[in-house]
């Protein structure tokens, strides 16, 4: 008896996605039993394009990456999504692989290699491939979680992925200027985010220049992105230029200061002398300098009646004749 095909729920997410759509949905038709896409209000043709397609058209206020594309999973009816960018399309030998193995699936998870387009140039050294991704998956074992900036996969422990042959053409970006824009982007959006999270980088901008440095070297000569010729030399200035960018965002921005440790001055005599005297007077000056202080004194005595006066932050504390701060 013939087994039927294991069904496919693709999910796109959208925003102003016109030039992107065409190609990507043709290479969704040929192995998705079931099109959603996600719109963010896109104002270009976006909408237009997807009602020439047989696809459930949903528009949604966006709240994040993976919460955009979790919430597409949601509406899908069968249990293996198949989550693409409108930037991304399914080479044929890729839609071959998933079309066999919907025949009889043998993972919870997939791989699938991703090749990076910059116009027209694909990158294939400089760590740009394989760039492998998790993209076709059942969704009880794996959703979509947001890292620092990038969103990604995960699965559930002890799921094992397998891997699909053939290419996820990834059309990132239209030219060089534009991964630099992106670069850019992104770089800001790491530093507010670090921020919003209580988080800084603290580097001097030696150190920065290091790391740029470091970087490029990294890219260009371990990573083989000579290879790739001027492009591959570009994309490596561009990805040093993004620990440039960080520490510049963070200069215009202030760095995050460490916060100022309070000054404590404690004495525990009942009455007043030099010792008193000076406590106070300390007390006074670091107050009238900005500083934060406080100071500990017995209850009732002449150095915290005059500090209260002077609105020095003051705490007092009872203790008998013998103690003195004896632990005994």
Known sequence: ???????ISAVVITFNEAPNMKRCLDSLLAVADEIIVVDSFSDDATPAICKNYPVLFFQRKFRGYSDQKNWGIAQARYNYILSLDADEVLSEELIRS?????????????????KNFIGRK???WGGWYPDKKIRLFHKKYARWNDRIIHESVT?????????LKGDLLHFSFSSLADHLITIKKYSRLRVRKALEAGKSYHFAGSLCMCRAFFKFFQLYFLKLGFLDGCPGYRCAINGALRHLIVFATYRKTGFPKAPRQKVVLFNTTETWGGGEKWHFEAALRLKEAGRPVALVARKNSPLATKAAEKGIETHVFGSTKISHLNPF
């Open 98 to 114: 998933i079309l066999q193995e919907k025949k009889a699936f043998s993972s919870q998870a997939y791989l699938m290699a991703r």
């Open 122 to 124: 694909w990158l294939r």
């Open 1 to 7: 008896m013939h087994q039927a095909e294991t069904k």
């Open 155 to 163: 699965t559930e422990p002890g799921t094992i992925p397998g891997h």
